[in-house]
């Protein structure tokens, strides 16, 4: 089914992606993937010959919106096929995981399901569909029409994709942990993405070198848990026979050209002393931390089997302040667990009192079917989570916008990474992970620039050019 145009010309693959960094990621080694087999990147559907919906399973609301562009999809192909062409859709990323059989039932123009840990396999996936296209279009019935990959192979998908090509205005994310084993109650990512595995240090340090070759001076490190790392280095090296995310972002600043590195997403039993320290004493390493606590309350933490309390998370907080001062920190919060009380909830909005978040995500829980929260009882009623998700982000939006107010007549280093909404308007980022716009020229995107901060507002700052730090192109 996969079009290939009788004029010589490319096919064009549409990628859309949902959901978190590591979908980013994954969606551009797709496109590395496709990319040998004549694909290129198409900025929207209705110019594509193969549309892939890269998904997020994490809250229902992600799913769902999946099924709706599914639909949308079916019209265009059925449209396609009345004028003599056609449209190849394929579903990859979590939805196709925890779904897998259930898209082709409910969707029937979905050709190839493709699991996170199955993609490299796509030329594979792509050559079947076209098999099973070619015998539907000589008339011939077929049972089952789609292609389904969500196996969790033995062999890692690491081994099998091509070099990165995902360099963008200087900035460009690292793989190196899949998938968790912490099961915490609510969470659907165990099943999706499987048991943890943490790429080895030599794969991770050669592909950095090939993004700073590409043109990578920031480098984020991706993972569902990023400080789980534990890669297999040689025996022989200094960090020892498995090397923690500490070793692996010391190792990291040693490689010329990296001027940033950034972790989101760490958990915070996986944070340890090494790992502060490092925050302490490598300058590459931007002062933000992303550190999910999810609740401020001890019975619900418990509930959630996140594996730790409330002043383990403060502890940690405190011994990080006192390593890097000036950490922008950051977090995830859950409202309306099942069984959480009133007075759980104001544990909750005494912890971010008690920390001042420079930023936060927060979200109402959502029932993820199979996650042993979904059966758990004292479901709360969506109008008290809807009632203290907009308290709790009230507060956090007030922290939020006195973060960046304090850096108000600061100079801070800025990347920048794109035009802005208004003419001769760039947007970058400062090294605490703020956005700032200034007026600039474009040729300065991809580069880090000297900016004096002269607004802040709830999500942003606005600041003027001082000077270059580093030569502009
Ligand atoms: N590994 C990180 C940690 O330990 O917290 C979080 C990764 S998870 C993919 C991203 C965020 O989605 C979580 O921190 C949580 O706040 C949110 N999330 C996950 N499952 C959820 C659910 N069932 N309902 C609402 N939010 C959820
Ligand atoms: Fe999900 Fe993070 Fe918990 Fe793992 S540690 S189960 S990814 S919330």
């Given at each position: 089914m996969t079009f290939v145009p009788s004029d010589g010309q490319r096919k064009r693959v549409f990628i859309r992606t949902y959901g978190c960094q590591m979908n980013v990621y994954?969606?551009?080694?797709?496109?590395?993937?496709?990319?040998?087999?004549?694909?290129?990147?198409?900025?929207?559907p209705a110019e594509a010959d193969l549309v892939v919906l890269n998904t997020c399973h994490i809250r229902e609301h992600a799913s769902e919106k999946v099924y709706s562009e599914l639909g949308r999809l079916r019209d265009e192909k059925l449209e396609r096929r009345a004028a003599g062409r056609d449209l190849t859709i394929a579903v990859a990323g979590c939805v196709a995981q925890a779904e897998g059989e259930e898209i082709l039932r409910r969707q029937p123009a979905v050709d190839i399901v493709v699991g996170p840990q199955a993609y490299h396999r796509l030329p594979q996936l792509l050559a079947e569909a076209e098999r099973k296209a070619a015998i539907r279009r000589?008339?011939?019935?077929?049972?089952?029409?789609?292609?389904?990959?969500?196996?969790?192979?033995?062999?890692?998908?690491?081994?099998?994709?091509?070099?990165?090509?995902?360099?963008?205005?200087?900035?460009?994310?690292?793989?190196?942990?899949?998938?968790?084993?912490?099961?915490?109650?609510?969470?659907?990512?165990?099943?999706?993405?499987?048991?943890?595995?943490?790429?080895?240090?030599?794969?991770?340090?050669?592909?950095?070198?090939?993004?700073?070759?590409?043109g990578a001076i920031e480098i984020t490190l991706l993972g569902q848990n990023v400080n789980a790392y534990h890669g297999e280095a040689a025996p022989s090296s200094i960090g020892g026979s498995t090397w923690s995310l500490a070793s692996l972002i010391r190792a990291l600043a040693e490689i010329d050209g990296v001027a940033r590195i950034r972790y989101p997403t760490s958990h915070p039993r996986d944070m340890d002393e090494e790992l502060i320290a490092v925050h302490g004493d490598v300058p590459q390493l931007m002062p933000y931390l992303h550190l999910p606590v999810q609740s401020g309350s001890d019975r619900i933490l418990e509930a959630m089997n996140r594996r730790h309390g409330r002043d383990l998370f403060l502890r940690l907080v405190e011994r990080l302040r006192e390593c890097r001062p000036d950490l922008a920190l950051s977090t995830d919060f859950i409202v309306g667990f099942p069984g959480e009380s009133d007075a759980d909830f104001d544990h909750t909005m005494r912890l971010v009192g008690e920390v001042g978040f420079a930023s936060a995500f927060s979200f109402k829980y959502s029932r993820r079917p199979g996650t042993p929260g979904s059966a758990m009882p004292d479901q709360v009623p969506e109008n008290v989570k809807a009632a203290r998700l907009a308290a709790l982000q009230t507060l956090l939006g007030q922290q939020a916008r006195d973060f960046n107010l304090s850096k108000v007549g600061a100079t801070a280093p800025v990347l920048f990474a794109e035009a802005g909404r208004k003419p001769g308007q760039i947007v970058g980022k400062t090294p605490w992970l703020q956005s700032v716009y200034a007026d600039g020229d474009p040729r300065l995107i991809g580069h880090i620039v000297d900016v004096r901060l002269t607004e802040g507002h709830a999500n942003s700052l606005a600041g003027e050019i001082a000077s270059l730090c580093e030569a502009a192109a």
């Open positions: 994954d969606s551009d080694r797709m496109a590395d993937v496709l990319r040998p087999l004549g694909y290129a990147l198409s900025n929207s000589a008339g011939k019935r077929l049972p089952g029409a789609g292609v389904l990959d969500t196996d969790f192979p033995a062999e890692s998908k690491f081994d099998h994709l091509p070099s990165p090509q995902g360099v963008r205005a200087g900035s460009a994310f690292l793989s190196i942990q899949e998938g968790c084993d912490k099961f915490c109650t609510f969470c659907v990512v165990p099943y999706t993405r499987g048991a943890e595995y943490s790429r080895p240090v030599a794969a991770v340090l050669a592909e950095a070198r090939q993004l700073v070759e590409a």
